[in-house]
């Protein structure tokens, strides 16, 4: 018999954050500009473009009731390429009929005649407001002007991040470079959200650039992956919205790319970052709240977990007037399908007990109160079933984002 080497796990990739977004992934440009489509005249029409087409996929919303764009993008990235992506603020283009689809269409056929190439090689975004269908005239004729202000620098990749902001507050960008044995590559992306951050995928828009040799069957599945373990964790208030979309360009120029597995972890981080960001950016959030769910059977039994309390106002209240109420997150864990034995949960806000064995635990009230303060909140749960676990990430539920909500088209 051949003495033949063990193999051990291979060691973890390098990865190296970088400064900037989409740009950041050699050979891509990108543009934000006004195309007044705001009432405000701020930047609302962004556009993110490869030198040609490249491979791509997409992850969309599940909601029966999705808008155009969503509709369009789905057909063009049917055959695994595209050139480019193109994003508007200031109207979801969702339930505006056939006129907001004959716009969708137009619209991704002006970007292919700007660059010069064929109309499914465009992918669409839309944010803002259902039901209002974007003003067709200036929409298309600010589309050369986005072509023309493509460039390939951090200063690009910011002002498309902006250009697609809502009820954000904040640009949303990140990038990595990831290195292993093999050689390396670069991930970047953006983002925005703020609301409407439901289950399954977040309610937002991102678009991801890597120079990573990925294309087809397999980006699809890491763009996947990487959209469960981050975007399909995170809550804001449980609402899925008309135009989810995560796009992934991927132009293969890497010379010396590292493995599969080591993109798939750069993908993962740059969408972590980002998923982290639109919820400490939820619509008036004091707090995010970081809940690990321990001890249970399966994954899918801590995550439904998690979610069931992730998305219960009754404990998001509660977190926003720093009450530590754990028989709201045991109430929110009972009513999930998830099968559990209450007297073996336990309970910890920060380092804080205050449930074990499914009652309360003696505490000290100031304490929990100090780890409830407004900034980054640890919660944990212990089901006492077994080694599986699962994080989620949400906000507290304040007047504000009642505010926020109450007026938005108002």
């Known amino acids: 018999m051949s003495g033949a080497v063990g193999t051990g796990a291979a060691p973890a990739p390098v990865l190296e954050p970088l400064a900037g977004g989409v740009t950041t992934t050699p050979g891509i440009r990108a543009a934000g500009i006004a195309a007044g489509l705001k009432p405000s005249g701020k930047p609302d029409l962004a556009l993110v473009a490869a030198e040609e087409p490249v ?7 599940r909601n029966q009731v999705f808008a155009a764009p969503v509709a369009v993008t789905r057909r063009h990235v049917a055959d695994g390429r595209a050139r480019a992506v193109l994003l ?31 109309a499914d090689d465009v992918l669409l975004c839309s944010t803002g407001v259902i039901g209002v269908p974007i003003p067709r005239e200036p929409f298309l004729a600010a589309i050369p002007r986005a072509v023309a202000a493509l460039r390939d620098d951090a200063a690009a990749g910011d ?8 009820t954000d507050t904040v640009p949303k960008k990140a990038a990595v470079r990831v290195s292993d044995a093999s050689g390396s590559c670069v991930v970047g992306g953006m983002a925005k959200g703020a609301g409407m951050l439901a289950p399954e995928l977040a309610t937002m828009l991102c678009v991801l650039t890597t120079d990573a040799p ?12 990487a959209c469960a373990t981050t975007f399909g ?5 449980g609402c899925m919205s008309t135009n989810d979309a995560v796009i992934v360009l991927a132009t293969g120029t890497a010379a010396q790319p590292p ?12 969408c972590a970052r980002l998923a982290e960001a639109m919820v400490r950016d939820g619509e008036g959030a004091s707090r995010l709240v970081r809940l690990r769910v321990c001890g249970a059977r399966s994954e ?24 530590p109420n754990w028989g709201r997150i045991l109430a929110a864990m009972g009513a999930s399908p998830v099968r559990f034995d209450p007297s073996r949960v336990a309970v910890r ?7 074990r064995g499914g009652v309360v635990a003696p505490f000290d009230p100031a304490a929990a109160a100090a780890a409830l303060a407004p900034g980054d909140v640890d919660v944990t749960v212990d089901v006492g079933a077994g080694d599986a676990e699962a994080t989620m990430l949400f906000s507290d539920l304040t007047h504000e984002y009642v505010t926020i909500n109450a007026e938005y088209t108002t």
Request: charged share 15%; with cysteine.
């Open 300 to 323: 899918d039994d801590a995550l439904g977990l998690a979610r069931a309390v992730a998305d219960s106002v009754l404990v998001r209240t509660a977190i926003a007037g720093g009450d």
């Open 349 to 355: 806000v920060g380092d804080v007990t205050v449930c």
């Open 214 to 225: 990925l294309a087809g069957a397999a980006l699809q599945q890491a763009l996947q992956q």
């Open 259 to 270: 493995s599969p597995a080591s993109v798939q972890a750069g993908l993962e981080a740059v």
């Open 55 to 61: 491979a791509a996929a997409a992850v969309q919303t």
């Open 88 to 118: 508007n603020a200031g109207s979801a283009n969702a339930c505006t009929g056939e006129e907001g689809l004959r716009t969708a269409e137009d619209s991704a056929a002006a970007v292919a005649a700007a660059l010069g190439c064929a």
């Open 233 to 237: 964790r995170i809550s804001v208030d």
């Open 159 to 166: 002002a498309a991040a902006r250009a697609i902001m809502t």
